[in-house]
């Protein structure tokens, strides 16, 4: 997951508040520090900390006095809102809607990853069932086409572009005037990078833009870039009112927190999260959600999303019926877990598990962790899995399944942990409703 050791070091600084009886001023000044340097470190400029502490600790002496309530609770939520506005300038970007032609313009620097992200963007929305192409207008850089091409050919997604033509904006409006006949749904337009800012750059940019008349102006952003991420974005979205960002490269050593503060200080909403080169290492970005799961606290949001577009709808409804009256058994998780295994790497998937992040992991141990739970749960009678015979109270079935699964009764008892956690918060969206509409919120 991106930025895992910042989320760890939040997450410590929070459950530190957790162990103490008494929240002092003192204790949330050590956990406002903590927080701080996590967040100093992973590169967030020091006056966004700064306003982010003041504004914690405004709210926790302000709701404190309203309230009288738990302070615990209170500062914790403050905490997440705060580390939400960070990330989120409070704008909605556009959203691709289907039986019209959404036309996309990707812009960005040479080597930002903008042929990468948009291979990524179509497959994002062909599997949701949309009908998307490709246009090449890059004619700067020799080789744009070609890659371009690869990738629409895998994709096997339509694609407009040309050797010969050497007019960037004619082949765009060709291309799109082409498309639009054709009613494909998403209209992805390439355009060409430069190794810097430059005027010429920001000039083809906006002929372009007039030619094609687009719904959204993706800006591409590489995380790797450190503080310019600022001034990269801000004068994108001067020249050429950009729609949204893409934040590429998440993986690896970025550290990311200063991309994803810088970007959405610039006011532009970022659209998705790039985090490596395959066409699956891509998410769509949801402030919220990307700070619950920074969190550790689980994104179930993101992942019911997911499952619903996975599994249809009638299964679905049957499913949130059960929930919604807080049911919850081993059985049903293991249904989930078998949802969750057709949705891509799991590596990925298992960060919105609540329960699951805490564990850590790198790459797809969290997949095989997964595994290793299905093994345990195929070893288990079905008064177990439904919910008859209540295994936290019963160590010598715990053992037994240890043994029929090749694991250690350790691993049953997370097992068991990580049900308990998931069924709490399942109830809990399940009963308020939440899981039938769109925007919940879990933290
Ligand atoms: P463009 O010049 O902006 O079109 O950039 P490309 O799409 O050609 O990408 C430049 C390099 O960055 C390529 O080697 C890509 O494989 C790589 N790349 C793109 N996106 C990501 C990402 O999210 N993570 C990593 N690790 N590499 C990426």
Redesign the pocket.
Known sequence: MVLQELGGKLTAALQKMQSVTVISEEVLDKMLKDIAAALLEADVNVRVVGQLRKAIKTRAALEEEVAGANRRKLIQRAVVDELVNIVDPGVTPHEVKKGKPNVIMFV?L????????IAKFANYYQRKGFKCCMVCADTFRAGAYD?LKQNATKLRCPFYGSYTEADPVAIAAEGVAQFRKEKYEVIIVDTS?RHRQEAALFEEMQEIRVAIEPDNVVF?LDATQGQAVHEQATSFHEAIDIGSVVV?????HAKGGGALSAVAATGAPILFL????HFD?FEPFVARSFVSRLLGMGDMSTLVKQIKDTIGDDKNDEMMEKFSKGEFTLRDMYEQFENVMKLGPLSKVMAMIPGIPQMGGEGDEGGNRLKRFMYMMDSMTDDELDGRVDLNRAPSRVDRVARGSGTHPMEVQMLLRCHKQFEGVVTKMGKSGLMKGGDEQMV
């Open positions: 960005g040479q080597g930002a990853g903008k042929t990468t992200t890659q990078g591409v590429t490269k998440l993986d690896g790039g985090s490596g080169e290492d």
